[in-house]
């Protein structure tokens, strides 16, 4: 089983993968992923996906923000403190603006970089890449792939059970 | 098995005009997956048409000119604009101000629409970013042009030197730095974000290897997977949540170079919110400018229908409200305020020796705009388009205002000077739209314009596309 990556099934609509996603779950596949044009919404929960995203974002964020205002008290009050119109040599309020600048980025580029992190990419190659129908995944068809890695797969059962969903086709991906 | 699929998916559209007359449609009828494809993503993949050359060459010569006044610039220094002392801040900062405005509009149409649920972004948010991008481009070069030494322009940010000195963070212009250039950043990660799906399908959509291997390149191997899909969006979403505070926080700290200083005509607390409002204002105006000729060219006024011209127009007349109420405040509050040298900046502003320039400002940005009350002028581009090149001339004219009339007069009268603008002021100002179009020009060639998954979802949820 190891020069098979999965069995791919090719739907014309979001429903139909919707659909067939849902029967998948059911039927306990675990290792699938479905491919679709556009965000399909729920698609993701139907497959058992999780995501962590939103906390390192809040970590990154944290991190900007605290790290910027300790780098503006160090400078200014510490390192190097200068007497500004008689302020406070910590005065906080003139500090905000950077602290929540730097809170931005920081939390951004942890967005940005978190996301495709988790996502495995950059990756210029994939088994999936050598199906010359699977072009069409960012164009107008709607794909569910079921890994030969998911301890439930058989060739032919599994080949049955996609049958079933009432496919356009379903093609073998050689890994 | 490869056959395009041109089945219309879509068939159930409501009219297109609402009761009161508003375009509704922000899809035409019968737009398929494969039509919205092959108009957005074959753009890129094919040669670029007449007028594509014409104004790429213009915006080129215009970029060239840009070269020869910033070359000019570094070997002769500041001393060739018409700057001086009491006018120390001259065009440079008048564009700075201006072009970070124009790009708030991006941020606006791609963060705020998106959070609020607006499916009226999807055809114009890439373009806005980019926008958006190439005008902070522009907005960057200027503080750095009027620094006279740009080279040590590294000495701005904060890093252990041999000098072991440190930026003073209490500065509006250090926070400057950081928010200019957070927004840079930020921009270009959220207008990144959302081209990887796209350039994905111009990559599976190209057919001669070296553009397949560009745009595979780009892509990072995006391979459209539900999983996938699903951190993206969080990304988006979550970068969209953190663009809209830090809008509405640039051009308040812009502001803030103005207000926290006390000269006449500056120090005022109506600063930020007026300034945020004349950014957006501004914004819209170029984005008006940019869209309405790239529709006409590319033929995509099914793509970016009238329903889009009009919201916009819409969003420019309350702008344009909240900017005019800003300039009635701050007559109101200088005469208000009893200070003398409040009240003389005022009269002075209106009635002296720049009087002219500021009755032009009314008539660009209080006046003309009225028209945008007709649905008819809301409708038709071409009338459109000319009311927003008023409104960019005139927050370009706000600015000199704000900046020049405050300072050419401010306390005592042995220190007024009048400013007047070299060859090279003009040069500067009209070389960096010049940096910006070719910027534009570039973008539109190269990357798909339009945002397609997006338009693709349009299309999957038609009800979505069409109800007010």
Request: aromatic content about 14%; cysteine-free.
């Given at each position: 089983m190891s020069e098979t990556y999965g069995l791919?099934?090719?739907?014309?609509?979001?429903?139909?993968?919707?659909?067939a996603a849902e029967e998948a779950y059911a039927a306990g596949f675990r290792r699938m992923d479905g491919y679709a044009p556009f965000p399909v919404e729920r698609l993701p929960e139907a497959l058992g996906k999780k995501n962590r995203l939103p906390l390192l974002v809040l970590i990154g964020g944290i991190l900007g923000?605290?790290?910027?205002?300790?780098?503006?008290?160090?400078?200014?009050?510490?390192?190097?403190?200068?007497?500004?119109?008689?302020?406070?040599?910590?005065?906080?309020?003139?500090f905000i603006p950077i602290t929540f600048e730097l809170t931005v980025l920081c939390a951004g580029l942890t967005a940005f970089f978190a996301s495709f992190a988790l996502n495995g990419l950059p990756r210029p190659h994939h088994p999936l890449f050598s199906i010359p129908e699977f072009d069409r995944a960012s164009q107008d068809r709607f794909f569910l792939c079921i890994e030969t890695k998911d301890p439930k797969f058989h060739p032919e059962a599994t080949r049955a059970f996609l049958q079933r969903l009432n496919p356009i086709s379903i093609m073998e991906v050689p890994e | 098995m490869n056959a395009p699929d041109q089945s219309p998916?879509?068939?159930?559209?409501?009219?297109?005009?609402?009761?009161?007359?508003?375009?509704?449609?922000?899809?035409?009828p019968g737009q398929t997956y494969e039509s919205v494809n092959k108009t957005i993503a074959d753009i890129p993949l094919k040669r670029a048409p007449g007028p594509w050359w014409v104004g790429f060459i213009i915006a080129f010569l215009l970029l060239m000119m840009f070269l020869v006044a910033v070359t000019w610039l570094f070997f002769k220094v500041v001393g060739i604009w018409g700057i001086n002392i009491p006018v120390a801040w001259g065009f440079a900062i008048v564009n700075f101000v201006w072009w970070v405005g124009i790009a708030h509009a991006g941020t606006f149409i791609s963060a705020i629409l998106l959070l609020l649920f607006q499916p009226w972004r999807t055809a114009i948010n890439r373009f806005t970013e980019a926008m958006t991008l190439f005008a902070v481009c522009c907005a960057g070069l200027m503080p750095l042009l009027h620094l006279g030494r740009p080279w040590v322009f590294y000495w701005l940010f904060p890093y252990p030197d041999t000098m072991r000195v440190w930026p003073q963070f209490r500065s509006p212009l250090v926070w400057d730095v950081f928010a200019v250039g957070t927004y840079f950043m930020i921009s270009l990660l959220f207008w990144y974000l959302g081209l990887v799906p796209d350039l994905a399908t111009v990559r599976d959509r190209a057919k001669k290897l070296w553009q397949k291997k560009m745009y595979a390149f780009f892509a990072l191997g995006w391979r459209n997977s539900a999983a996938h899909w699903q951190r993206h969006q969080i990304a988006y979403l979550l970068l969209a949540g953190l663009a809209t505070p830090l809008v509405l926080s640039v051009h308040s700290v812009v502001s803030f170079d103005f207000s926290v200083a006390i000269v006449p005509g500056w120090h005022s607390t109506i600063f930020p919110p007026y300034f945020v409002a004349g950014a957006i204002y501004s914004g819209f105006a170029m984005s008006l400018n940019i869209v309405i000729p790239v529709r006409k060219i590319y033929h995509l006024e099914h793509l970016i229908t009238d329903r889009y011209l009009n919201n916009m127009a819409n969003i420019m007349l309350v702008t344009g409200m909240i900017v005019a109420y800003g300039y009635f405040i701050e007559a109101l509050m200088a005469w208000y305020s009893g200070d003398i040298f409040e009240i003389y900046m005022m009269i002075n502003r209106a009635f002296g020796p720049y009087g002219w320039v500021f009755w032009t400002l009314m008539l660009c940005n209080v006046l003309v705009p009225q028209a945008l009350w007709s649905a008819r002028i809301r409708r038709n581009p071409v009338l459109l388009f000319i009311v927003a090149l008023f409104i960019n001339a005139g927050m370009w004219i706000e600015r000199f205002v704000i900046v020049i009339t405050s300072l050419h007069r401010d306390y005592p009268p042995a220190m007024w000077a009048m400013f007047y603008p070299t060859k090279w002021d003009?040069?500067?100002?009209?070389?960096?739209?010049?940096?910006?179009?070719?910027?534009?020009?570039?973008?539109?060639?190269?990357?798909?314009?339009?945002?397609?998954?997006?338009?693709?979802?349009?299309?999957?949820?038609?009800?979505?596309?069409?109800?007010?």
């Open positions: 791919l099934a090719e739907f014309s609509t979001p429903e139909a993968l919707m659909h923000g605290g790290g910027a205002y300790f780098m503006e008290w160090y400078a200014n009050a510490i390192s190097y403190p200068i007497n500004i119109g008689g302020r406070p040599i910590n005065s906080w309020p003139s | 998916l879509t068939s159930n559209f409501s009219p297109s005009t609402s009761p009161l007359g508003y375009p509704t449609n922000l899809l035409a003009w040069m500067t100002l009209f070389g960096s739209v010049g940096l910006f179009l070719t910027l534009q020009f570039l973008f539109i060639r190269f990357v798909p314009m339009i945002s397609i998954s997006e338009t693709r979802e349009l299309v999957a949820e038609p009800e979505k596309a069409n109800t007010l």
